[in-house]
């Protein structure tokens, strides 16, 4: 046991390097990384958001991120696949905990997370969220394009999430999990002429001018088709990539709060986002995961796989010299 060490992220002296804590055991932050608050200088910060006030289907969402965390600890120790190295040799990047939230006051979450991913977005290299349900994906928009300007959308998903915004009784926007892009087109935090859904497999009254990958579509083309058409669809611009795991088949991803039956496998969207690391992705989240639905962990699994994959993409840019701002 000589060199080995137990709770990596509580008694890591540094943000680089593999942990070497036994998979069933060990304090469960994302990928073993060191629990921190500060997140200065850091080349990546993973955070949460528990949150799930805003789903009109089944909840349980705001038990996301603890169940993200603790599926992502069967990939310590080992060179990551497919990226065949260890992720954290040079990129530093902490587990910065989760987004303090007033469960007896919903309506102020939204403004909550935005001002604090403004605050750390501006001290550390990237910012990747676990959510959550997928209205946290609004204040995440306006905190990245506060900072890069309008931004094409990657967005995998079963729902076009672009239905009518309701308005409250102050008259005040009324923003939910299925109307959240709609919001930020119109405030014109999302660019449509460089967005696009993937996995789509429902109707919404309105697409937004974004480009629509349906999920029957999907069954023709390969991951590199499918790829390809991201890529000539995002361009060269500051994008954003959101994926809501119910894009995934309910045969990969039972636990979610609205499951939609014909989608594609993990495996078909993993080698689809293997291919986007040449994208200039400024910011990405992992939200809908619902573990009360979930069934062997199978749905955080593929949850902290898509995480994974993020950083790998971003770690390869770093390895080849290409920083982000």
Known sequence: MAGKSIDHAFTATGNLGAASDPT??????????????????????????????????RPGARFGPAAIRRASIIFDNDPQYPFGIDLFERMGVVDYGDCLLDYRLPETAHEAIRAE??????????LLTLGGDHSITWPLLQAHAERHGPLGLIHFDAHQDTWPIAIAADGSQRVD????????????????????????????????????????????MSAAEIAARITARAGSGPAYLTFDIDCLDVAFAPGTGTPVAGGPSSARMLSVLR???????VGADVVEVSPPYDHADMTAIAAATVAMYMLGLRAEKLESGVRQA
């Open 275 to 281: 291919r986007l690391g040449h994208l200039p992705i």
């Open 24 to 57: 069933y055991a060990g304090v469960p932050s994302f990928l073993r990384r060191r629990f921190t608050k500060d997140v200065s200088g850091t080349d990546a910060a993973v955070w949460g958001i528990p949150f799930d006030s805003a789903v009109s289907n």
């Open 177 to 220: 999990h299925g109307s959240f892009l709609i919001a930020a087109v119109e405030a014109g935090l999302v660019d449509p002429q460089r967005s696009i859904q993937v996995g789509i497999r429902t109707h919404a009254p309105e697409s937004c001018g974004i480009e629509i990958i349906h999920g029957d579509a999907l069954d023709e």
């Open 117 to 126: 991913a403004s605050a750390l977005m501006a001290k550390t290299g990237f």
